[in-house]
């Protein structure tokens, strides 16, 4: 009875469609208009909302290069006939990818379609009146019948008035005529269904604006150093099309400490249970600095960018002296974490070591375990036994060459690897403090300690603000076109039957325009009862029906 | 207090009880299966009974149709009785469960919702208020065989295989959208979760209808209709509130990674629930999509949704990762 939700007013399922084989030729214009009518007909929606459900899947289950580029190439390192083709089709970056693009953009010319003209239908129905009163009211979801006594003459005067009076004040827009009152509320239902679309449309410029102009980076910063916010000073950086360097905000962090807990007890053993770094913030060069604890969900916010605390590792403080008896290299070396438990592989390049230059390449284990002639392993997040395990490669100097190269990996061209007195290659462990002295002459090495580094991320996402105001318009209107009850009712004098004693008979109906909570049959016995009442004579007489 | 442990023993007990109380809806549904209901024998009766001629005749046929009529109101007491039996033991599991998540809560000292298990016990609590809650305002009795099979499947999978000891939570959820995006994920799917049932007894009823025999137990279900309007409101009520869920990840995602959308596995999936319950919404006021088709549609949204929860948590790694299993 209530189930009658129906395509909406204005929408292009209504149009006729011209499909039957014996139609005339459309011409160009008629086959655009088809086209159009198709695109935008509510039948192309469901399947552009199924292709768009079904283009995503792919994306979680296939690594994507945008989130870890690592799998990715793992993925086709294993997979050597599979990748090459996942990469040709786009599959390692689906939302970016043509087809992807394809149906969301579909969708939102379908979707450009669909509400342009329901807008016009709504603002028109806004200043519409009521629709007239049907012939017979007794066909209606929702019937009843309200008899005044003949002696309430003043009751049958006022009955059209107060009905009228009544519906107003459940807010329904009233429209009085000859004989009878007409009324119809939940305009909103439609408003609503119109702001939710148009808000999807919000927010697909505001992802398009944090697309253009966004950016976010990283960059690696060790506990005493700090950061400048300029584009030399970002290990990777991605932005959006439209941006500019230079619009790059001069602030400056100094990582003054970090800390960080992890489970102890036998529970989740080694699970992270605190972050927390303590920065000093200096917002523009001369700036005063100030001290800012920068913690996982509160992110610092600087001059229109937020900075991000996104990860942590270890970094070995290592002191190499060359061959001469000098310094080459003292200093914190990031390595970066392999597991959970922050096995952190890395390379210590000393290029400056004479005669010969120096390589270490290993892993700092933060809590070293060795169990038998296997590897030793980290067995803990935490520095509980930290110790640095490293082979030595060793080569004659070459010139700078001033090439940018990884620092996290070794490139061996004119390097040997250090063979110890075994002639297997040499293998040292260091824990804090320990030194050793290499062999050949090539020098010593001396791990002094560790620090730690933390991971910050530097972003601005110019649109978030509008995506996420569209999204709270959205749900509003949604609730409103899914809870909104468009309903009907009218009220009529009904004919005074040949012979009948002078009583008058009101008929109302009601009708629900859409899906909605029902309580239409009440509502109308409602304003049955609440014109008789109040009345002088004997109860009135009420009839209801629910066909 | 060892609030850990009385949690733990108040959710084994209440899969037993919700056993129990599936195996009562079951026994309901067979009694139902056996016996027509009573009001069809009258009907069928009164049909014969009605022109017949002869005055002996006219007795015998009436002293039988007052056995046959008795022995359906036997038979529908009967079932009634296994109905309120299956109540009950719904509502004693029911108060179970809610001591063991509010234990869970107090052992952790935190929001019951950090992990897989505690989130499983929370939603399946939605689920069964939201049942007997419909019970009692709207008469959904004849929903408590697949509510008790859900949460009987739902807390023993919970309870055997989801199941972490009580531990604090890792920084990144130390937010107040813990709070509020869990919550509402909860709801959500404890209404999707309603509403999927409830599509699939109404592909079901839809069927018998088609063909013309509706017998035994779908005889008692209301009408393919009335099961559309019931479950088109909870989708209703669930998917203004799945979007909300989406948006406060996405806000909170903002907060602790420094971008509100990333198309992580667990935000992709919960994208393509939502798009798969628009669909349904757009179905139903589609001609030729209404009925069964949209059925199908928001069952086909359910399982997304518990690919989303069951799928990524354990299969796919991401930055949901917070089963702990």
Request: charge should be positive; include cysteine.
């Amino acid at each position: 009875m209530t189930d009658t939700q129906t395509r909406p007013a204005g929408h292009a399922d209504a149009r006729p469609e011209p499909t039957g084989p014996d139609l005339p030729r459309l011409g160009w214009r008629g086959t655009l208009r088809f086209v159009w009518a198709q695109l935008t007909s509510m039948r192309t929606a469901l399947v552009l909302l199924f292709a768009l459900a079904v283009a995503a899947i792919p994306g979680s289950l296939v690594p994507q290069r945008r989130i870890s580029p690592v799998r990715v190439d793992d993925f086709i390192a294993a997979h050597p006939t599979l990748g090459p083709i996942y990469d040709k089709v786009g599959l390692f970056g689906v939302y970016s990818s043509p087809w992807f693009s394809a149906v969301y953009l579909l969708l939102f010319v379908s979707l450009v379609g669909c509400i342009v003209p329901r807008l016009r239908v709504y603002t028109r129905a806004l200043r519409a009146q009521p629709p007239r009163t049907p012939r017979n009211l007794r066909r209606l979801p929702a019937y009843a019948t309200a008899e005044i006594p003949a002696e309430d003459t003043e009751g049958a005067a006022t009955v059209l008035e107060r009905a009228a009076r009544e519906l107003k004040r459940q807010h329904y827009r009233v429209r009085v005529e000859e004989g009878s009152v007409a009324a119809e509320r939940g305009y909103l239902r439609e408003a609503g269904n119109l702001v939710f679309h148009i808000s999807l449309l919000f927010l697909l410029l505001g992802v398009a604006v944090g697309a253009l102009w966004g950016y976010r980076g990283s960059s690696v910063v060790i506990v005493g150093q700090g950061f400048s916010n300029s584009v030399t000073q970002y290990d990777d950086l991605t932005a959006g099309a439209w941006f500019k360097a230079t619009s790059l905000k001069p602030f400056n962090v100094v990582v003054k400490d970090f800390q960080v807990k992890f489970e102890t007890g036998p529970v989740q053993t080694g699970a992270a249970r605190l972050f927390r770094a303590d920065l000093d913030v200096t917002e523009a060069p001369g700036d005063p600095t100030k001290p800012v604890a920068l913690e996982v969900n509160h992110p610092l916010r600087v001059d229109g960018s937020t900075v991000h605390l996104i990860g942590h590792g270890y970094a070995p403080i290592v002191t190499v002296k060359d061959g001469q008896g000098n310094v080459a290299y003292s200093g914190p070396v990031v390595f970066l974490p392999q597991d959970g438990n922050f096995t952190s592989a890395g390379v210590v390049k000393v290029p400056d070591a004479r005669p010969q230059r120096i390589a270490l390449q290993g892993f700092f284990l933060p809590s070293a375990v060795q169990q038998g002639d296997q590897a030793p392993t980290s067995a803990f997040p935490d520095a509980l036994n930290p110790a640095l395990f490293v082979n030595v490669w060793s080569g004659a100097p070459v010139p700078e060459t001033g090439k940018p190269e990884n620092v996290y990996s070794l490139d061996t061209t004119g390097l040997t690897q250090v063979k110890g007195d075994d002639g297997a290659p040499l293998r040292i462990a260091l824990q804090p403090g320990q030194g050793v002295t290499l062999p050949n002459g090539l020098g010593s090495v001396q791990l002094d300690g560790w620090s730690r580094w933390v991971k910050l991320q530097v972003g601005d996402s110019p649109g978030a603000a509008l995506a996420l105001g569209s999204i709270a318009f959205a749900v509003l209107g949604l609730c409103l076109s899914l809870f909104v009850r468009p309903r009907r009712v009218w009220v009529r004098l009904a004919n005074r039957a040949e012979g009948e004693q002078g009583s008058t008979v009101v008929e109302i109906g009601g009708l629900d325009r859409a899906d909605a909570r029902g309580g239409l049959t009440d509502d109308v016995d409602d304003l049955a009862h609440h014109l008789t009442t109040g009345l002088a004579g004997p109860q009135a007489q009420k009839e209801a029906s629910t066909t | 207090m060892n609030y850990s442990y009385y949690s733990s023993v108040a959710l084994v007990s209440s899969v037993v009880v919700y056993l129990l109380a599936f195996f009562a809806h079951a026994a309901e549904w067979a009694a139902a299966r056996r016996e027509p209901a009573a009001e069809e024998i009258v009907q069928r009766e009164l049909v014969t009974a009605g022109p017949a001629g002869g005055a002996p005749v006219e007795v015998d046929r009436i002293e039988s149709y007052a056995r046959s009529l008795a022995d359906a109101r036997l038979a529908d007491l009967r079932v009634e009785q296994f109905n309120r039996m299956g109540v009950f033991l719904t509502v004693l599991g029911f108060l179970l469960s809610v001591i063991g998540v509010v234990g869970r809560g107090l052992a952790a000292g935190r929001a019951p919702w950090g992990n897989m298990y505690e989130f499983t016990t929370l939603a399946l609590v939605f689920v069964v208020a939201a049942y007997l809650l419909m019970v009692w305002k709207a008469g959904l009795g004849w929903l408590g065989l697949p509510v008790t099979l859900l949460v009987t499947v739902g807390n023993g999978l919970a309870v055997t295989v989801f199941y972490v000891a009580v531990a604090p939570l890792v920084p990144a959820l130390h937010s107040v959208w813990f709070l509020i995006h869990i919550t509402a994920a909860a709801i959500a799917g404890a209404a999707f979760n309603v509403g999927g049932l409830m599509s699939i007894l109404y592909i079901l009823k839809k069927r018998a209808e088609d063909r013309g025999q509706v017998t035994g137990y779908l005889a008692r279900v209301p009408s393919s209709r009335r099961i559309d309007l019931i479950t088109y409101r909870f989708h209703a009520f669930a998917f203004p509130l799945w979007t909300f869920t989406v948006a406060a990840g996405a806000i909170w995602a903002e907060y602790a990674w420094g971008r509100y959308w990333g198309w992580d596995p667990k935000e992709t999936w919960a994208l393509v629930t939502w798009v798969v319950y628009a669909c349904y919404l757009h179905a139903r006021s589609t001609a030729g999509w209404r009925g069964s088709k949209a059925a199908v549609i928001a069952i086909v949204g359910l399982a997304s949704f518990w690919f989303n929860f069951i799928g990524i948590n354990l299969l796919v790694s991401g930055l949901h990762s917070y089963a702990g299993v």
